[in-house]
Antibody, heavy 121, light 112 residues
Framework: QLQLQESGPGLVKPSETLSLTCTVS??????????WGWIRQPPGKGLEWIGS???????YYNPSLKSRVTISVDTSKNQFSLKLSSVTAADTAVYYC?????????????WGQGTMVTVSS | QSVLTQPPSVSAAPGQKVTISCSGS????????VSWYQQLPGTAPKLLIY???KRPSGIPDRFSGSKSGTSATLGITGLQTGDEADYYC?????????????FGGGTQLTVL
């Protein structure tokens, strides 16, 4: 059974870079059938897509975050990562990694449990 | 402000039926598949419906989806207390050069 697990610091200072990693287990990140995405959810609010990556490294980002976001993939470690620069308190959220499947027309069919990131000095 | 519009809350009694609407535009719902997600308190979202009306393996047929024009609807029959959750619609928006995943603001379901 495929599982995704987010990891990274739970506290980031304002103006610094948020860095998270998603480890994929029980399956290969290099499958041609999937994209891998990051979604976040501020406390008490809705979902916001951040961006997605293919195993080849092809990426696409939310236009509202594009200038600050970098998503990368490491197929040797079966991981993909998120970097969000120049963070502010508005970036405080639960960050989820998720799989997009060709068979579900890119719906997010498997999610990690999420990791809370707080931006504060 | 979410791209897709959902009612903030709905409620119904156990055993009853409820519907949750999701309104968008021609650049998103009108020309793309809609998915629905269930988020139980304190947990990650879970895919309930994809391709407007298909259920992943393991999702009971009490959950159904439909789409008409630029709107979509999630239906839940035989309500159970365990269905109390936040529900989100999602799709892709083609208004920019690259696809952009968008979600509704979420609807809180209360089973009275």
């Amino acid at each position: 059974q495929l599982q995704l697990q987010e990891s990274g610091p739970g506290l980031v200072k304002p103006s610094e870079t948020l860095s998270l990693t998603c480890t994929v287990s029980g399956g290969s990140i290099s499958s041609s059938s999937y994209y891998w995405g990051w979604i976040r959810q501020p406390p008490g609010k809705g979902l916001e897509w951040i961006g997605s990556i293919y195993y080849s490294g092809s990426t696409y980002y939310n236009p509202s975050l594009k200038s600050r976001v970098t998503i990368s993939v490491d197929t040797s470690k079966n991981q993909f990562s998120l970097k969000l620069s120049s963070v502010t308190a508005a970036d405080t959220a639960v960050y989820y990694c998720a799989r997009q499947s060709v068979t579900t027309n890119d719906a997010f069919d498997i999610w990690g449990q999420g990791t809370m990131v707080t931006v504060s000095s | 402000q979410s791209v897709l519009t959902q009612p903030p809350s709905v409620s119904a009694a156990p055993g009853q039926k409820v519907t949750i609407s999701c309104s968008g535009s021609s650049s998103n719902i009108g020309n793309n598949y809609v998915s629905w997600y269930q988020q139980l308190p304190g947990t990650a979202p879970k895919l309930l419906i994809y391709d407007n009306n298909k259920r992943p393996s393991g999702i009971p047929d009490r959950f159904s989806g439909s789409k008409s024009g630029t709107s979509a609807t999630l239906g839940i029959t035989g309500l159970q207390t365990g269905d109390e959750a936040d529900y989100y619609c999602g799709t892709w928006d083609s208004s920019l050069s690259a696809g952009n995943a968008v979600f509704g603001g979420g609807t809180q379901l209360t089973v009275l």
